[in-house]
Structure formats: structure tokens, C-alpha cells
């Protein structure tokens, strides 16, 4: 091997090691967290945002494994996080609804999913069960 091919070989593994590392934590931890295994996955979860802070995916699964453990305060900051990072984001703006309904705060579940609603595509049937039933529990 030549000093050339020694010094490409380096620089190639130094810059594409990262960008692998990204994609295996949230992986791994993707597999973990299907396996119901969240303490573990939480974990790769956190590995991956890390190396990629603005891993949108991450923070949502991090934030199904908080609901999960009924740590509910960082379910919805991680859950912040990902409509900061993609104002989009159905599930997580759906969530976060259903949090703020859970905590009995129906305008903020009402205005999160009038939202969604303008732009649903995924979740627009869960969305109108939950205006219904936001609409039924802020009469009681």
C-alpha cells in the first residue's frame, strides 16, 4: 500500500465513521424501542442526537418513551422539540394535543389540533376524533 492510498484510506474512514455512527444509533435504538426495551433506547436515541442534533425522529421516539414511563413534562419538551425542528410534523403536533388534552388544557389541545388539521394527510382521521373529543370534555 502506498503512502498515497494509506492517507485517502484515512481521511475516507475519519469522515464517513460519523456519518454511519448516525444512522446505526438511531437504528439500534429504533429496534430497541420496538422490542419494548425503552431504557436502551432511549439511550441510543440520545446517542444519535449527539452526532445529529437535529434528528426530529429521535426526538419523537424519545418522547413516545417518556409518555410510555408517564414522564409526561419530557414528553412534551422532547415533543417541542420536534415541531421547532419540523412545524409539520403530524404525529408530534397530534401528541403534544393529546398531552395538553390529557392535562385538561383544551385550548392549547384545541389550537394544536386546528393546526393539524389545516395540513393533515396522515393523521386527519385521529384528528377529527380528537376535535370531538376536545369538543365533548371542554363542555363538562
Given at each position: 500500500?502506498?503512502?498515497?492510498?494509506?492517507?485517502?484510506?484515512?481521511?475516507?474512514?475519519i469522515?464517513?465513521?460519523?456519518?454511519?455512527?448516525?444512522?446505526?444509533?438511531?437504528?439500534?435504538?429504533?429496534?430497541?424501542?420496538n422490542?419494548?426495551?425503552?431504557?436502551?433506547?432511549?439511550?441510543?436515541?440520545?446517542?444519535d442526537?449527539?452526532f445529529?442534533?437535529?434528528s426530529?425522529?429521535?426526538?419523537?421516539?424519545?418522547?413516545?418513551?417518556?409518555?410510555?414511563?408517564d414522564?409526561?413534562?419530557?414528553a412534551?419538551q422532547?415533543?417541542?422539540?420536534?415541531?421547532?425542528l419540523?412545524?409539520?410534523?403530524?404525529?408530534?403536533?397530534?401528541?403534544?394535543?393529546?398531552?395538553?388534552?390529557?392535562?385538561?388544557?383544551?385550548?392549547?389541545?384545541?389550537?394544536?389540533?386546528?393546526?393539524?388539521?389545516?395540513?393533515?394527510?396522515?393523521?386527519?382521521?385521529?384528528?377529527?376524533?380528537?376535535?370531538?373529543?376536545?369538543?365533548?370534555l371542554?363542555?363538562?
Open positions: 500500500m502506498t503512502i498515497r492510498t494509506l492517507v485517502i484510506f484515512l481521511i475516507i474512514s469522515f464517513f465513521k460519523p456519518v454511519f455512527a448516525k444512522t446505526q444509533y438511531f437504528q439500534e435504538g429504533l429496534n430497541l424501542f422490542n419494548k426495551k425503552f431504557s436502551e433506547a432511549r439511550f441510543k436515541f440520545e446517542q442526537i449527539v445529529n442534533p437535529k426530529e425522529m429521535s426526538y419523537l421516539y424519545l418522547a413516545k418513551i417518556f409518555k410510555n414511563l414522564k409526561k413534562k419530557l412534551e422532547n415533543l417541542n422539540t420536534v415541531i421547532l419540523n412545524p409539520t410534523n403530524e404525529e408530534a403536533i397530534y401528541s403534544l394535543a393529546r398531552l395538553k388534552l390529557e392535562a385538561s388544557d383544551y385550548i392549547k389541545s384545541k389550537e394544536l389540533n386546528e393546526k393539524l388539521i389545516n395540513f393533515c394527510n396522515l393523521f386527519c382521521n385521529e384528528s377529527k376524533k380528537l376535535k370531538n373529543e376536545i369538543e365533548n371542554s363542555k363538562k
